[in-house]
């Protein structure tokens, strides 16, 4: 049978409602941080590892590729247990720009989005230790003097590290992302906002909306 999954996005303010929750079996288990400001120096983002290609994806009236959807779908297969392409259609036709990042033999390993006014995510990274890197090579691709924001998972250490000494702030109030049973990897996936996706074979409280 089917697993259920029962999982929210909380507010760390708020201990009455996270109690609620939990007595309900859906506890909190990671923080997920929002970083938000300017990149004061931008030499200690990592560097794109020697081999990896940024490739932009196409606009939403760019014509489409036709491998574009099944090297996301793998992706996120691998990381969360489920696709889910609309959310990708609509981060597209919302006029995010769209990286997919591969390596040198052409595989798919990571996808990110970001826009000019510097909102960044979701980001993904097969490999753990790519993600830094990932979400560094998202931060330059906003424009000068750009507000960047993320919503980061406390598992994602490097890139908060790395975010922080950039010169970004961390926010007051972490978010807690709470849940019966695990169903992504946080350290190698930060997620839009705090709203969060529903799972093939299960059912995620509502979270906060971004």
């Not at 297969?77 to 033999?105: C, K, M, T």
């Amino acid at each position: 049978s089917e697993t259920r999954i029962l999982g929210t996005a909380t507010d760390s303010a708020q201990p009455i409602s996270n109690a609620l929750y939990a007595r309900l079996g859906i506890v909190p288990h990671l923080p997920v941080l929002h970083l938000i400001g300017d990149v004061e120096r931008p030499e200690a983002l990592p560097a794109l590892p020697a081999g990896i290609v940024a490739e932009p994806m196409p606009a939403a009236d760019g014509g489409g590729d036709r491998d574009l959807e099944p090297a996301l779908a793998s992706i996120d297969r691998i990381l969360l247990g489920y696709e889910h392409p609309q959310d990708h259609a609509w981060l597209i036709s919302d006029g995010r720009a769209g990286v997919l990042f591969r390596n040198g033999s052409g595989e798919p390993i990571g996808y990110g989005y970001t826009t000019a006014s510097g909102r960044i995510g979701p980001v993904a990274a097969i490999d753990r230790g790519q993600l830094a890197p990932f979400v560094a090579t998202l931060v330059r691709r906003a424009r000068p003097g750009a507000v960047r924001s993320l919503w980061v998972p406390g598992d994602a250490d490097e890139v908060v590290r790395s975010l922080l000494e950039a010169g970004l702030a961390l926010e007051p109030f972490p978010g807690l992302l709470c849940w019966s049973t695990p169903f992504a990897d946080f350290g190698r996936y930060l997620p839009l906002s705090l709203a969060l996706p529903s799972a093939a074979g299960g059912d995620l409280a509502g979270g906060a909306a971004e």
